[in-house]
Every structure is written in structure tokens, then in C-alpha cells.
């Protein structure tokens, strides 16, 4: 399951941006804004699995699959751009999570399949991090002679503390099949790609304010204990 090197020279065009429009999606502990033109369309959901994790997600396309009987072909798989923030009141927190699959392959007569992924992900109004073709990983789930299947998906985890925003753009894949008899990549809708992250309230200044003040009344009261037992 290696990319051939001519997949590898065209996934480089994949990058290239097309007409955009953008949709804002508040979800109360935080907001989205993405681009609504890719064939991922609007989100497929938003959730909070438990207490303060959220997360949100889009189903793929049957569009974003590519078929080949022998030739080699490359699809190109244009990714919704996103800006994630806080609301106000709210803090994002610990690892953002990224999770993409599961989507099946097909290999027969020795041909091959692959799937590249790019884009560049800014942390805090930073400079982007860029992802140049990372390989994405696939499950083997059956193999005879001649034929092999299974399905590409992958988790990352970006390791972070408190942040004020991410942004992913320029994000594409580049699904390519190749050789033998037949091959190919087939997505489906309950194919997806899902985020995940913690959003925890801010204490508002008032609670500060009684927690301080709830501290000093402790105090006191230790103190005057201290002083009646002498």
C-alpha cells in the first residue's frame, strides 16, 4: 500500500483554495466558523459527550471516493477550513483531538491505494503548523491471495494548555488508487471528521470575590479558636 510517486507530485496541487463562504455556528460554551462550500457541507452534529468535553463533526461525501482498473487515479478531497473560540465566560483547554475514518479500500491483482492528508493548523493566532503529506493509517481487516481490504483512519491529538483559538486551512486529502486489476477508496456518510476538546466556565470576579472572603472568615475563626484555648 505505497503511494506511487506521481501521487505524491500531484497530491502537492491539493492545496489549491476554491470560492469560500463561511457560516457561524455558536454553540453556547464556544463558536465555529467554517466553510460550508466543500462537499462536507454543514456540520453533522455538535456534542457534549460529558461534562465539559464538546466536540463537532461532519459525514463525508460519497463524492470524495476514487475507482481504478489499473490505471492510476488520484482524488482530491478538499476539507472544511474552521476557526474555533471561546465564548465569553468560557476557556478551551486540554488536547484538541482530530479523528478521521473510517473509510474502506478494495486491492486486487497487486494494486495499491493510499490516502495523503494536508492543511496547516494555527494555535492562538500563531504561525501555522504545516501538515505536508502525512500518510494516513489503514486497518487490514481481510487478505487472500490476490485481493486485500480494510479501512483508512487515523486520531491525533494536538497536546495543549488554555487556548484562545484554533484554525485549520488549506486542509485536503489526496485519495489515490493504482495498479493491478482493480482498487479503489470508497467513503460513505457515516464516514466522518470529528473534533473534540474541553470549554470550562470562568469563575466570574464576584466568586472570586466570596471565595477570598469566605477564606478570611476561616481565618478569623481559626485564629479566635486559637485564642480562647489559651
Known amino acids: 500500500m505505497k503511494l506511487k510517486p506521481v501521487v505524491v507530485a ?3 496541487m491539493a492545496g489549491v483554495s476554491a470560492a469560500s463562504a463561511t457560516t457561524i455556528f455558536d454553540a453556547g460554551p464556544y463558536t465555529l466558523s467554517y466553510d460550508e462550500t466543500t462537499t462536507f457541507g454543514f ?19 460519497p463524492d470524495a471516493s476514487v475507482v481504478s482498473f489499473g490505471s492510476t487515479e488520484v482524488k482530491f478531497v478538499t476539507l472544511p477550513s474552521f476557526t474555533l473560540t471561546p465564548n465569553a465566560g468560557y476557556t478551551l483547554s ?12 478494495t486491492e486486487v491483482g497487486g494494486a495499491t491505494t493510499g490516502i495523503l492528508a494536508y ?6 493566532g500563531g504561525a501555522p503548523i504545516n501538515i505536508n503529506g502525512h500518510l494516513v493509517s489503514w486497518t487490514q481487516t481481510l487478505s487472500v491471495p490476490g485481493s ?3 479501512y483508512f483512519a487515523e486520531s491525533a491529538t494536538l497536546p495543549l494548555g488554555s487556548f484562545t483559538s484554533i484554525a485549520v486551512s488549506n486542509a485536503s486529502l489526496a485519495l489515490s ?14 464516514n466522518k471528521i ?3 476538546f474541553t470549554a470550562v466556565p470562568v469563575p466570574e470576579p464576584e466568586t472570586y470575590a466570596m471565595l477570598l472572603a469566605g477564606l ?6 481559626a485564629r479566635r479558636r486559637r485564642t480562647i484555648q489559651k
Open 10 to 12: 500531484l497530491s502537492l
Open 43 to 61: 456540520l453533522a452534529s455538535s456534542f457534549s459527550s460529558s461534562g465539559n468535553s464538546y466536540g463537532f463533526s461532519w459525514n463525508f461525501s
Open 94 to 105: 486540554g488536547g484538541f483531538n482530530a479523528f478521521l475514518g473510517n473509510l474502506v479500500y
Open 119 to 124: 492543511g496547516d493548523v494555527s494555535v492562538n
Open 148 to 150: 486485500n481490504s480494510g
Open 177 to 190: 488508487a493504482s495498479g493491478g486489476i482493480y482498487s479503489s477508496i470508497i467513503a460513505q456518510p457515516q
Open 194 to 196: 470529528e473534533f473534540s
Open 216 to 221: 478570611g472568615v476561616m481565618g478569623a475563626i
